[in-house]
């Protein structure tokens, strides 16, 4: 049982998805978030689904988030990956009713035609995106402009930071949650960064 009494507790579980023995620590986490929440775990997603929504975006997934599909499915991370059917392109979402989308920047214009949705940040209509050619980890903030922010070079680092993060639900009593938060935060921002945190988290 992983239950996180200090800071050290707390699992890193990869470097990069694909790398060797980075499903053992990732599917730990996942089965303690799982049992934590009384929730049932993800089935892997076929090559074959993946490879159909490939076709129907005509663009190719990052291969660290295929990976990460293959083996562990949709599984909750502490964020919500979408289901497939609701992974798109940001650009098609206010594509009929223009006048309801945000007023984008010249700098959001520059890359929005590239982006690719796959996960709700908390369901609070905020996204993060993988840039269809370079497979950059981009996050639409719909309350702030530039709305659109490079926040990951990988994929890895934005799932690699939801397991970090969601470890918080697993505290111990007698540490509390807050204490847990604020490891985790820690974790995060000598991993990628108070600026990235303070973006992604705030």
Do not use: R
Request: hydrophobic content about 35%.
């Amino acid at each position: 049982m992983l239950e996180i009494k200090s800071k050290s507790d707390i699992i890193i579980p990869f470097e990069k998805i694909g790398e060797d023995g980075w499903t053992n620590k990732t599917e730990l986490i996942i089965k303690e978030l799982a049992d934590n929440w009384e929730d049932d775990l993800q089935e892997p997603i076929a090559i074959d689904a993946i490879t159909e929504l490939e076709e129907s975006l005509k663009t190719t997934l990052p291969n660290n988030l295929k990976l990460f599909y293959l083996k562990f499915g949709i599984a909750e991370i502490g964020e919500q990956l979408q289901d497939f059917d609701d992974i798109g392109w940001i650009k098609d979402i206010w594509k009929d009713a223009p006048e309801y989308g945000p007023d984008f920047t010249q700098d959001d214009n520059t890359v929005l035609p590239f982006l690719v949705s796959f996960s709700d940040y908390l369901g609070n209509g905020n996204m993060f995106c993988f840039h269809s050619k370079t497979k950059e980890i981009y996050y639409y903030d719909h309350d702030t402009q530039p709305f659109l922010t490079k926040i990951f070079d990988d994929v890895s680092d934005y799932i690699k930071g939801c397991l970090i993060s969601c470890q918080s639900d697993l505290f111990n009593q007698e540490t509390g949650q807050e204490k847990a938060e604020k490891w985790c935060e820690e974790i995060l921002i000598e991993l990628f960064g108070k600026e990235v945190v303070k973006k992604w988290q705030y």
